[in-house]
């Protein structure tokens, strides 16, 4: 909160844990105004190591560099997201030396949207890997516009009943438009519009009705657009796997107390519903 009242761009480390997703993820990272970074690997791959995850915003390099902290050698090896946080921070630091009026959500919504691509789609680990070219290009292109459009999906995105509630902050100036779109996988090929604005918003963006969905892995990309063509986008991945029918019957235990809700799900994958009381 001291940062933020300052305009400080915080930069965290995702956290290192091998086969994570969440576990071991850095507690800073859950606050939605810190950049947090994943580890990639010279093949734009997820380190083997690095934590994951929807508060994974960006990738950075992250694999053994010689650094020059040791004591006696003068040298020493360092891998991880304690390197790729680092270089990260560099890169967003040559963005704001170049337009220092930019806020700090607007650096990170420019770090989020000039990455390139990874070249893994097993895991999410951010919008993708960090291109400080790209980013120092959109810093100079925003001189003279005076802004950037700041784009943001909520980790607190969650599913309510069969809807999924997709919270976040969309703000500019000079805003032309805001989209949101779906796509099958963890980094879809294709894309599909459910939902677009002209107006900034922040909180519920949209509800997304879940049962028309087929099960399997999806990702929501929100992309904001000022009259100048200036873009920024996030992105949030979420299994459609079960749906939880709120107005089901429920059972009370009066005498434990108990109040059970019973959900529907795909528990062995075979794409048949089972039914689920807990």
């Known amino acids: ?129 960090i291109n400080s070219n790209k980013a120092i290009q959109m810093a100079k292109n925003s001189i003279n516009i005076g802004s950037f459009p700041e784009s943001e999906i909520n980790a607190t995105t969650q599913q309510i009943g069969h809807y999924l509630n997709i919270y976040g902050h969309i703000y500019s100036p000079i805003l032309d438009s805001f989209k949101i779109e779906i796509g099958r996988g963890i980094y879809p090929n294709t894309w599909q519009t459910i939902y677009q604005s002209n107006n900034n918003l922040d909180g519920l963006l949209y509800s997304l009705d879940l049962s028309t969905l087929q099960f399997g892995q999806y990702q929501i990309k929100l992309t904001a657009k000022d009259i100048y063509g200036q873009e920024s986008f996030d992105t949030f991945i979420f299994r459609r796997s079960y749906l939880l029918y709120e107005n089901s019957p429920v059972y009370y235990g009066v005498s434990l107390g108990l109040l059970v809700f019973p959900t529907i799900a795909d528990l062995d994958n075979d794409n048949e519903l089972e039914i689920i009381v807990a």
Do not use: W
């Open 1 to 129: 909160n001291f940062a933020k009242e300052f305009d400080v761009l915080l930069v965290a480390s995702a956290g290192n844990n091998p086969g994570s997703f969440f576990e071991g993820l850095n507690g800073l990272c859950r606050d939605e105004t810190v950049l947090c970074v994943s580890a990639t690997n010279q093949s734009d791959m997820k380190k083997q190591d690095s934590v994951y995850g929807n508060y994974v915003d960006i990738g950075a390099p992250g694999l053994t560099y010689t650094t020059n902290n040791d004591p006696i050698t003068k040298y020493s090896y360092h891998g991880g997201t304690s390197i790729s946080s680092p270089i990260a921070a560099g890169a967003a630091s040559l963005v704001r030396t170049i337009n220092p009026s930019l806020s700090y959500r607007q650096v990170f919504s420019i770090m989020q949207a000039s990455v390139d691509p990874f070249a893994d789609n097993t895991y999410y680990y951010g919008t993708g890997r």
